[in-house]
């Protein structure tokens, strides 16, 4: 077994929405790693799983319960989780005492919010590993992923896209921008990168222009890493864009091959710097 699995005798699955705890799920039960989930996602998606136990945001009590009883000392984040909507959420004791961290890390963006439980679990002498841990293959390393290769002009919008992301301290929510012809034409928001992409949808241009998704300045690298799969291409295509840029071994590519493909069929690019 591989060193990074030896010290592992239980593991916490802390998991949100999206593809990406799946694949975890797989590699873990692969490994034939002990785990159990807590499952923080919004319709209960690992409600089947044995060992999944869905919670609310709001009942720290239980979830340090359910680590503690079953001895588990790591956790590894994945899937986005959602800013808690304080008329419904349920609440325990310890919840009531550590909500109020919460809604103000909410304020900062749904990242803040799991960096405010990662303290809250420390304190609780559980640490936090990161969410790659057991499957490095779906993070890229540099270099071109694709036949098509950025242009002369293509690297002016992506230099342009880098240097807006590094400005943007304010805006700690933000993962990525959209730059064409050295012109910002939008910035991550709240809403995500989909709502940004679909302000960008133009018929004057066709393959022009470039989605660069970085982590956020400061950013917790265990936590959030930039996310991109086969729809965040589609979605590129449709807003008449080029190609994307990820940094070096700090994102999360799913769907691989079908990327793969889809930007080669597409005279697309993956560029990753």
């Known amino acids: 077994m591989h060193t990074l699995f030896k010290g592992i005798k239980m593991i916490g699955l802390i998991f949100g929405e999206t ?6 799920l797989k590699k873990v039960k692969k490994k034939k790693i002990k785990y159990l989930i807590i499952d923080l996602s919004r319709l209960k998606i690992f409600k089947k799983d044995k060992k999944s136990y869905p919670v609310s945001i709001g009942q720290f009590g239980k ?6 009883e079953n001895n588990c000392k790591k956790v590894l984040f994945a899937g986005k989780v959602f800013k808690p909507n304080l008329s419904k959420v349920k609440l325990d004791l310890k919840g009531i005492y550590y909500i109020p961290r919460i809604i103000k890390a909410s304020k900062l963006g749904d990242a803040a919010i799991l960096n ?16 790659i841990s057991f499957n490095p293959e779906l993070s890229l390393k540099k270099g071109n992923y694709s036949k098509i290769k950025p242009n002369k002009e293509d690297q002016k919008d992506i230099i342009k896209a880098i ?18 012809n ?26 022009s222009g470039v989605l660069v ?5 400061k950013q917790d690298l265990r936590v959030d890493l930039p996310t991109v799969g086969l729809k965040t291409l589609k979605q590129c295509k449709k807003a008449g864009l ?32």
């Open 63 to 68: 979830i340090i319960n359910i680590l503690k």
């Open 19 to 24: 593809d990406f705890p799946k694949e975890i």
């Open 116 to 131: 405010e439980i990662i303290k809250i679990l420390s304190q609780q002498s559980i640490k936090t590993i990161s969410s």
């Open 213 to 217: 998704k970085f982590p956020k300045i």
């Open 242 to 273: 080029k190609g994307i840029v990820l940094k070096n071994k700090c994102n999360v590519f799913l769907e691989k091959n079908k990327c793969i493909n889809f930007t080669n069929k597409n005279k697309m690019f993956i560029a990753v710097k």
């Open 163 to 180: 240097k807006t992301l590094s400005k943007l301290g304010k805006y700690n929510f933000s993962q990525g921008t959209v730059v064409r």
């Open 182 to 207: 050295k012109k910002v034409i939008a910035i991550e928001r709240k809403g995500g990168t989909e709502k940004m992409l679909q302000k960008c949808k133009t018929s004057k241009f066709k393959s």
